[in-house]
């Protein structure tokens, strides 16, 4: 195609693209999660977990893996840095996500 041709077939789906365009303007609504409290016993537990022994024993688990692959004669800066970023992710991570989705909704 040449390039005349490229910009009449632009022209030519320009109209459709204006029209979707509004057409989707107009029907968007704002979705608001309201005073739903379905879950709120669910994510409690479970923010409860994470943040407490469940947390601390995935953690654990990463450092194990890492001594363990440390153990096998291979060193990379991974095998140290994963379970520090479990770790604090575990730690403080949690009650970052749930703030920043509380505040969101």
Request: glycine residues 16%.
């Amino acid at each position: 195609m040449t390039l005349k041709s490229k910009m009449a077939a632009l022209n030519n789906k320009l109209p459709a693209i204006a029209a979707a365009a509004v057409v989707a303007g107009l029907g968007a609504t704002a979705a608001m999660a309201g005073a739903d409290t379905t879950f709120n016993t669910a994510l409690t537990s479970f923010t409860g977990f994470l943040e407490g022994s469940g947390g601390r024993i995935i953690t654990v688990l990463s450092l194990a893996g890492g001594v363990v692959a440390m153990a096998s004669g291979q060193f990379r800066l991974g095998q140290i840095a994963i379970p520090v970023g479990v770790g604090v992710g575990a730690g403080t991570g949690i009650p970052i996500v749930t703030s920043t989705v509380t505040g969101t909704l």
